[in-house]
Nanobody, 121 residues
Framework: QVQLVESGGGLVQAGGSLRLSCAAS????????VAWFRQAPGKEREFVAA????????YYSDSVKGRFTISRDNAKNTVYLQMNSLKPEDTAVYYC??????????????WGQGTQVTVSS
């Protein structure tokens, strides 16, 4: 019932910034918590950040805290991930996911197709 489409990935130099977008379908989007995950080749998918349905509560992994910011605009049915001070170790495919509540586990109901982020050094 919820479809997610990600965009904004690309190649960026270390220390640079990138803004990812996750556009969702349906008016029920505002009832879902949304999270960002990432997966590097040969590694497990890991939690990055999450935001509750109203946008009043956020959570970040230690590896991105202070550098990344998650936000949402429910009027536009869109969640954003602003990534600053990017490092080569941030290179991965980034996925957005929607679910009933915030969790660091990959137990979300809907997933986007993923967008590649590559950080050069």
């Amino acid at each position: 019932q919820v479809q997610l489409v990600e965009s904004g990935g690309g190649l960026v130099q270390a220390g640079g910034s990138l803004r990812l977008s996750c556009a969702a379908s349906g008016q029920t989007f505002r009832t879902y918590a949304v999270a960002w995950f990432r997966q590097a080749p040969g590694k497990e998918r890991e939690f990055v950040a999450a935001i509750n349905r109203s946008g009043g509560s956020t959570y970040y992994s230690d590896s991105v805290k202070g550098r990344f910011t998650i936000s949402r605009d429910n009027a536009k049915n869109t969640v954003y991930l602003q990534m600053n001070s990017l490092k080569p170790e941030d290179t991965a495919v980034y996925y957005c996911a929607a679910g009933r509540g915030i969790t660091v586990k990959d137990e979300y109901d809907y997933w986007g197709q993923g967008t590649q982020v590559t950080v050069s050094s």
